[in-house]
């Protein structure tokens, strides 16, 4: 029986690639000379710090321009709040979101049973989805119909067994 898996994973390799960029940008820009400003990436958690708010949000926007130029979905990033620092200075954490929990599970597994074609079936596994059918082509109806839905996080479709 034709199966593959619905997982939400991110290169971390690429995510490190787009942080050097961005702080070598950070370092050489005019606009972002004294102010401190710095992107520090830790585990699945990027540390954002500047001097004031709209630099911060300057740091954002060109931390997000290297992400899509390598790639990475901006589904994959969870803004934390900005939070006062020290010395007047502001940060921010952004989390990277990696697997599929439970109820994007559910949310997926409601839009198969919904959407794809009859004898399609769909079972969480850990951090993945599982989906299963009889032929190739109701698969791969159903993997055009995943694309075209937004479950708030990047899908991809992988360990395809015919």
Do not use: C, W
Request: hydrophobic fraction near 40%.
């Amino acid at each position: 029986m034709p199966t593959f898996d619905v997982v939400s994973q991110v290169d971390m390799q690429e995510v490190r690639n787009a942080v050097d960029q961005a702080q070598r940008e950070l370092s050489t820009r005019f606009d972002f000379k004294g102010t401190g400003s710095s992107i520090e990436l830790s585990g699945h958690e990027l540390h954002l710090h500047s001097s004031t708010e709209d630099r911060l949000k300057a740091v954002v926007q060109v931390l997000e321009e290297k992400l899509v130029r390598r790639h990475v979905s901006l589904k994959a990033l969870d803004h934390g709040r900005v939070e006062e620092a020290a010395k007047g200075t502001v940060r921010q954490t952004i989390a990277l979101k990696v697997g599929v929990n439970a109820d994007q599970a559910r949310a997926i597994n409601r839009y198969i049973k919904d959407h794809a074609p009859k004898g399609v079936s769909s079972s969480a596994q850990a951090d993945r989805v599982r989906v299963q059918a009889k032929k190739r082509d109701d698969l791969q109806a159903t993997i055009a119909a995943l694309k075209e839905a937004d479950f708030g996080i990047p899908l991809q479709f992988e360990n395809y067994r015919d």
